[in-house]
């Protein structure tokens, strides 16, 4: 039972980019069957929003979008109010229970059924909850709308989580790690740049461990991070490709090796180390030793002098004394990362870590998180101020967020959403979005760049 044509929906993706690319995929979805998406809430019949369960904080966000939503219910032509997601899979019944104005809930594993699930609830339908199976693994012939600039789309290669790190509520919520193909994921990047895009940005869990279940299946299979790179840089077409979540013991010389002979493959390294004490590490079971992460970006800083490197560190974790912390501190100083952030400790139910002794109280949280990020402040200063007089090869997204006046872009240092960008304020006659040019840095500032086209 088909809902009628042009039906609208408006969308509203909260989280990472992995779930942006599943908000893409219910997009594809309600496309081929005559839905339209808008982007103005006004017109929309309903509403779907993809929700995180990652953190206290982001479940709050979801929550509180949630009830706004219905609440506008009253006052506009909004019929149906849809939490999807992370959040949804995670606490299923009980959202049933506590949020009994949202129509339809939809778990992380049936998103991509969104219009047949549409369709009946408009048909009259009062099914309330799909939570069939706990994670969908993208297939060669999902349909996807890509949400980002024409000239830049997320890839996503693989669910679900092969590591158990006792901070982290993933595996429980989107299950153990399954990789889509090198196949797959190629062919899927191909027409992604047929389409226009430029810079493929690859997403999962933990780059370092794609395909390792596809091994384990069959001993004869190909399928690596280092032959996924190899292939996209060879076949792709994409003239940036930018690999996100590496953990540090995967990345190998083979990886360096394809980063220096590979032009399109960008010399951006995310790899979060969470902390830096040997025994903070063995309680959040990260499985590496503070000697091998620094002998990771010693062989990544030797190798490739122009790499940037981004981490992020979690303050507060339990158990955590003054002394580790000060080590975590003195870390982060002498290593001088060109990007950090960092995360006050978030105690998640159903995780190791959550049910841990000598949980630390929030004003000590606070009070390291400050003084990270204020040494990371001056860390991002120098290190922004080192980049006046350079000439960079920049992509241009779209102009200046403030003004017609300006565009801005980025350069390879800088990854969408979560860096600074490029202000370009002067030589604009001649180029437009999606545009390579080259820009001499003129000017500093706290996270973004200003130069002109040279």
Same mark, same amino acid.
């Given at each position: ?9 408006? #969308? ?53 979008t ?5 609440? !506008? ?31 339809? #809930? ?27 199976r ?29 590591k158990?790190?006792?901070?982290c509520? *993933?595996?429980?919520?989107?299950? @153990? ?8 994921i ?16 690859? *997403? ?54 394809? *980063? ?56 507060g ?29 978030s ?21 390291? #998180? ?10 991002s ?5 080192e ?35 490029v ?6 006659? @001649? ?17 973004? !760049?200003?130069?002109? *086209?040279?």
């Open positions: 039972m088909q809902q009628s044509q042009n039906t609208k929906v408006h #969308f509203i993706s909260l989280g990472c980019p992995k779930n942006l690319v599943d908000t893409e995929i219910m997009y594809g979805s309600l496309k081929t069957r005559g839905y339209e998406v808008v982007q103005d809430l006004d017109l929309a019949e309903a509403v779907i929003i993809n929700s995180c369960g990652f953190i206290e904080d982001s479940k709050a966000e979801s929550i509180s949630a009830l706004k939503m219905t609440e !506008l219910k009253a006052s506009t032509q909004i019929k149906k109010v849809v939490l999807a997601g992370c959040l949804t899979q995670r606490y299923k019944k009980d959202l049933v229970e506590e949020l009994p104005e949202v129509d339809i #809930f939809v778990g992380s594993g049936d998103f991509q059924n969104i219009a047949d699930i549409l369709d009946k609830s408009f048909a009259g339908d009062e099914k309330k909850e799909y939570f069939d706990p994670t969908y693994l993208q297939e060669a012939n999902t349909p996807r709308v890509n949400s980002q600039y024409k000239h830049r789309a997320y890839l996503k290669i693989s669910e679900g989580c092969k158990r790190c006792s901070f509520a *993933i595996p429980n919520i989107r299950g @153990n790690l399954q990789s889509r193909t090198v196949e797959a190629v062919n899927e990047a191909k027409l992604l740049v047929v389409g226009g895009v430029k810079e493929l940005i690859v *997403i999962s869990h933990d780059f370092t461990d794609y395909g390792w279940d596809l091994r384990k299946q069959d001993a004869e299979a190909k399928d690596s991070p280092n032959e996924l790179l190899k292939r996209l840089a060879d076949e792709s077409g994409a003239e940036w490709i930018r690999v996100l979540y590496l953990y540090p013991d995967g990345i190998n010389q083979e990886l360096i090796n394809l *980063i220096k002979t590979r032009k399109n493959l960008l010399p951006y390294f995310d790899m979060p180390l969470q902390h830096i004490n040997n025994e903070m590490l063995k309680k959040m079971n990260r499985r590496m030793t503070r000697e091998e992460i620094e002998s990771s970006i010693k062989n990544v800083r030797e190798q490739l002098p122009d790499a940037i490197i981004r981490t992020q560190f979690i303050v974790f339990p158990g955590e004394t003054q002394e580790q912390f000060d080590e975590l501190f003195d870390f982060v100083e002498a290593n001088r990362f060109d990007r950090v952030g960092a995360f006050k400790y105690k998640e139910e159903g995780t190791k870590a959550g049910s841990m002794e000598n949980q630390i109280d929030e004003d000590i949280k606070e009070e390291r #998180f400050h003084q990270i990020m204020t040494l990371q402040k001056e860390i200063a120098d290190k922004q101020d980049h006046i007089g350079n000439t960079y090869k920049v992509l241009i997204d779209a102009q200046h967020e403030e003004t017609d006046l300006l565009v801005q872009g980025r350069y390879f240092g800088q990854a969408p959403d979560i860096d600074g960008v202000i370009i304020s002067d030589g604009l006659e @001649n180029y437009q979005q999606g545009d390579f040019v080259n820009v001499q840095v003129t000017e500093a500032h706290d996270y973004d !760049l200003v130069g002109a *086209i040279v």
